[in-house]
């Protein structure tokens, strides 16, 4: 608060001062004759002009005119600057009379003909300073607004991001307990490694929302734990190929997002046929892009929903952390197969 007073004075008096000194030139150059009293009255017309214009700003701040409309605010402004103009001539007029200050040219006026026409000068000065305050509150409103508009927009991101990176389908996890339970029996090794494959994939779920991305190679561990657990439930109906470009695995990519995609393609595409099908993923650098592609033995249909969650998260999160740079699409081929495509920039070292 202080410190915009302070700034506030500061252009108070250097406003009133660059008054004087531009009166001062004028006068010092294109005078006719020489006015006895005229630098005592420019200095009581700026004393003047600094009391009026803060009175001025005391009126708009308590009439909160800089929290209305465009339109009102205009409309105020003019009024209140041909009110101040009046108070200000009329000051003027009152204090030079008063204290002999008008010279001889303006003696022959009444007080109400030179409060009129002191009024005039007084108008351009008062309009000139009013335009200046109300366009500088104007563009710092204007610019706060963006500041808190970009702070919200960060926020929802942030908030968005969380509840993408923490999803996980809880089928899924009901799924995988049973899975383990069958196997407590019938196969304990299998089991244990099917506990380690679960936690693994929690703990990642947990330790995605830390962080913006992670390297390819440690998503598609995570996705590999997955998968493991989903081949106990399908068995033979579940088949993984991969086609991994070794030179991809450093390349970052958004934590969880391959394993949303790989868990979509399971729910709308192996686990819909009777004989199964073909998990498989893609990795590759196309056009100076990393390509990512996640294949499932499948066809879309008038059933598929473009707003499901994996399609919604997988598109938000390209968005947010890439912008027009990312690019995924979900459509069928020609090898009876649906692929969903995700391409990123590369990072180059």
């Given at each position: 608060?202080?410190?915009?007073?302070?700034?506030?004075?500061?252009?108070?008096?250097?406003?009133?001062?660059?008054?004087?000194?531009?009166?001062?030139?004028?006068?010092?150059?294109?005078?006719?004759?020489?006015?006895?009293?005229?630098?005592?009255?420019?200095?009581?017309?700026?004393?003047?002009?600094?009391?009026?214009?803060?009175?001025?700003?005391?009126?708009?701040?308590?009439?909160?005119?800089?929290?209305?409309?465009?339109?009102?605010?205009?409309?105020?402004?003019?009024?209140?600057?041909?009110?101040?103009?009046?108070?200000?001539?009329?000051?003027?007029?009152?204090?030079?009379?008063?204290?002999?200050?008008?010279?001889?040219?303006?003696?022959?006026?009444?007080?109400?003909?030179?409060?009129?026409?002191?009024?005039?000068?007084?108008?351009?000065?008062?309009?000139?300073?009013?335009?200046?305050?109300?366009?500088?509150?104007?563009?710092?409103?204007?610019?706060q607004e963006q500041l808190d508009k970009v702070k919200l927009q960060s926020v929802v991101k942030e908030l968005e991001l969380k509840t993408i990176k923490a999803h996980i389908n809880p089928h899924f996890i009901f799924n995988a307990l049973n899975s383990?339970?069958?196997?407590?029996?019938?196969?304990?090794?299998?089991?244990?490694?099917?506990?380690?494959?679960?936690?693994?994939?929690?703990?990642?779920?947990?330790?995605?929302?830390?962080?913006?991305?992670?390297?390819?190679?440690?998503?598609?561990?995570?996705?590999?734990?997955?998968?493991?657990?989903?081949?106990?439930?399908?068995?033979?109906?579940?088949?993984?190929?991969?086609?991994?470009?070794?030179?991809?695995?450093?390349?970052?990519?958004?934590?969880?997002?391959?394993?949303?995609?790989?868990?979509?393609?399971?729910?709308?595409?192996?686990?819909?046929?009777?004989?199964?099908?073909?998990?498989?993923?893609?990795?590759?650098?196309?056009?100076?892009?990393?390509?990512?592609?996640?294949?499932?033995?499948?066809?879309?249909?008038?059933?598929?929903?473009?707003?499901?969650?994996?399609?919604?998260?997988?598109?938000?999160?390209?968005?947010y952390m890439y912008g027009e740079k990312a690019h995924f699409e979900i459509k069928n081929n020609s090898n009876n197969m649906v692929e969903a495509i995700i391409k990123m920039p590369a990072i180059t070292n």
């Amino acid at each position: 608060m202080n410190k915009t007073i302070s700034k506030y004075w500061l252009c108070q008096i250097g406003g009133w001062s660059t008054y004087i000194i531009v009166y001062t030139f004028f006068y010092l150059t294109l005078r006719t004759k020489e006015q006895p009293d005229f630098f005592k009255v420019l200095l009581l017309d700026a004393v003047i002009g600094i009391v009026i214009t803060h009175l001025m700003r005391d009126f708009i701040q308590r009439m909160g005119i800089l929290k209305m409309r465009l339109d009102n605010q205009i409309t105020f402004m003019f009024l209140t600057t041909v009110g101040a103009s009046f108070l200000f001539a009329f000051a003027s007029i009152y204090l030079e009379d008063t204290l002999n200050f008008t010279s001889d040219t303006f003696r022959q006026y009444s007080f109400i003909n030179k409060t009129l026409r002191a009024s005039f000068g007084s108008f351009l000065f008062l309009i000139i300073w009013n335009l200046i305050y109300f366009t500088f509150h104007y563009v710092m409103k204007s610019q706060q607004e963006q500041l808190d508009k970009v702070k919200l927009q960060s926020v929802v991101k942030e908030l968005e991001l969380k509840t993408i990176k923490a999803h996980i389908n809880p089928h899924f996890i009901f799924n995988a307990l049973n899975s383990i339970r069958a196997l407590v029996d019938e196969n304990p090794q299998r089991a244990r490694t099917a506990i380690t494959e679960l936690s693994n994939l929690l703990r990642s779920s947990m330790q995605a929302e830390k962080v913006e991305t992670t390297p390819l190679s440690k998503e598609l561990n995570i996705v590999k734990d997955y998968l493991a657990l989903e081949h106990i439930r399908f068995e033979d109906r579940l088949n993984v190929e991969y086609d991994i470009d070794e030179d991809t695995l450093g390349q970052p990519v958004p934590p969880m997002m391959l394993q949303t995609l790989v868990e979509n393609a399971i729910k709308h595409g192996i686990s819909k046929k009777t004989e199964g099908g073909i998990i498989k993923i893609i990795s590759d650098f196309k056009d100076d892009h990393h390509q990512l592609i996640v294949q499932n033995t499948g066809h879309i249909n008038g059933d598929f929903n473009p707003n499901g969650f994996g399609i919604y998260s997988t598109q938000s999160r390209l968005m947010y952390m890439y912008g027009e740079k990312a690019h995924f699409e979900i459509k069928n081929n020609s090898n009876n197969m649906v692929e969903a495509i995700i391409k990123m920039p590369a990072i180059t070292n």
